[in-house]
């Protein structure tokens, strides 16, 4: 097999990793580094939800302690296991997420055995990140020190915990013949692992097994396709979204990351439209993981704080070549003084969108005129946008329902029911932009009209 070092020296040589880094990943990084998993009455591990979009199926990602990824069964590889994992926090962060996406990649590059799997160190993961070592070896490999080493096989032994659920399925149900109560229900539920554990070397501290010092990998069935690259669908993922400190630099982390989804390289796009909402459930403070709501929240009752920190962020990160430039979708790209004053400012602040442009490395790709940036910035506010589409000036879109119901922090069931309309014709037309039927046009334009006169930007 080549060795690691070279292809990671090879790798980090670039400001920009060629990956395929489809949403599917994306959204398992985002639950790992946000530790998204929740427990809950019906079901005892915690788990996420992940979207196949492709497949069109759902999955439930979970967290078992002493869920086992060895192959082999052996009964000494069960019980070295669950002494491993009483000593592994099952806490997930960006530091675990980051873990995630160097497994992926070095699978995705790295030569192979004949069954598919791939040996990893704690010093790969190490060395990805961008930590500093204390040394180079003969070899011109990196040595770190130990308390590093320690937390790489932490982070690594983590990912083996987790499952992809198929969901759960009833095959039987019983039946009280003379009273026609239903006795019992019988269900299957079908797990997938996200890797496999073949032949590995165990660390031990005291006698007790800390993590693997080196450990042949695969990924289960549900991740090898879409780990693998895909010529109609490639990305430039940042290395810095790795190098990028995990705890002082996460929100960086984080977008670099989200950034890199929307920049295909696979084919050329002339236009891009390169606007992302700041608020809302799909806006950057989301992605970010920058809490607002919660009363314990740092940033509850500090607006000029959530700004400042997203401005700060976003300014790092063109400093970094992460991303080409950003602005405000705003005329000038400056936001409106008035209006940053008062009760309102926030909702003022999270209806706006922002204009990030493409890494220089993209340039080739995307051929962004001035004019389009011009157009962006001249971007409507809401009520306004409202109003034109309810004098007929402006067609009704998905993006209008969409800024409408983020506004006002609602779900799509919640415009559905408010508007009168199945939830499903709603899904259609947001995700797909159908032609609406008439009647369901008049009765959306019914719940924009009640909604305008709440609207304050």
Do not use: C
């Amino acid at each position: 097999m080549t060795k690691n070092h070279l292809l990671i020296e090879d790798i980090l040589d670039k400001k920009f990793i060629k990956d395929n880094y489809q949403n599917f990943n994306y959204q398992i990084y985002d639950a790992i580094a946000k530790d998204k998993f929740v427990e809950s009455d019906t079901y005892i591990y915690p788990q996420t939800l992940i979207e196949d979009q492709e497949k069109g199926k759902v999955h439930l990602l979970e967290k078992r302690k002493l869920s086992s990824p060895f192959i082999e069964k052996e009964k000494d590889n069960e019980v070295e296991w669950n002494i491993l994992m009483t000593n592994t926090l099952l806490h997930l962060d960006d530091w675990t997420g980051d873990v995630y996406d160097i497994v992926r990649l070095l699978w995705t590059k790295q030569e192979k055995n004949n069954a598919g799997f791939i040996q990893i160190t704690p010093e790969d993961i190490l060395h990805l990140r961008g930590t500093k070592p204390i040394r180079i070896d003969e070899e011109g490999k990196p040595v770190f020190r130990k308390r590093d080493i320690t937390k790489a096989m932490v982070e690594l032994t983590k990912l083996f915990t987790l499952s992809l659920s198929l969901g759960k399925e009833i095959s039987d149900v019983e039946i009280d013949d003379k009273t026609g109560v239903v006795v019992n229900i019988y269900e299957s539920e079908q797990f997938k692992k996200l890797f496999y554990v073949g032949d590995y070397t165990m660390y031990y501290q005291n006698e007790k097994p800390i993590g693997f010092s080196q450990v042949s990998i695969t990924p289960g069935e549900l991740l090898i396709n879409n780990f693998k690259e895909n010529s109609e669908s490639i990305k430039l993922l940042s290395t810095l979204a790795l190098k990028y400190n995990p705890r002082h630099h996460k929100y960086h982390k984080r977008l670099a990351r989200y950034f890199a989804l929307f920049w295909d390289i696979g084919q050329k796009i002339k236009s891009l439209a390169p606007t992302f909402p700041i608020g809302g459930e799909k806006g950057l403070l989301k992605v970010m993981g920058l809490d607002i709501e919660s009363e314990n929240s740092y940033y509850k009752g500090r607006p000029s704080e959530i700004q400042e920190q997203l401005e700060k962020t976003l300014v790092q990160l063109h400093a970094d070549e992460v991303i080409g430039g950003w602005k405000y979708a705003t005329k000038n790209g400056e936001l409106d003084s008035e209006k940053m004053v008062g009760k309102n400012w926030l909702s003022y602040f999270l209806n706006i969108r922002v204009i990030v442009l493409p890494p220089s490395a993209l340039e080739q790709y995307y051929q962004i005129a001035e004019e389009e940036i011009s157009e962006l910035q001249n971007y409507l506010p809401l009520k306004e946008e409202v109003r034109l589409v309810l004098d007929n000036e402006r067609p009704i879109t998905p993006e209008t329902i969409i800024r409408v119901r983020d506004y006002f922090r609602l779900k799509n069931y919640n415009v559905s029911q408010q508007a009168n309309i199945t939830p499903s014709t709603l899904t259609r037309f947001l995700n797909e932009n159908r032609v609406l039927r008439k009647a369901t046009k008049e009765k959306l334009i019914t719940w924009l009209t009640e909604m305008l006169p709440k609207i304050q930007i």
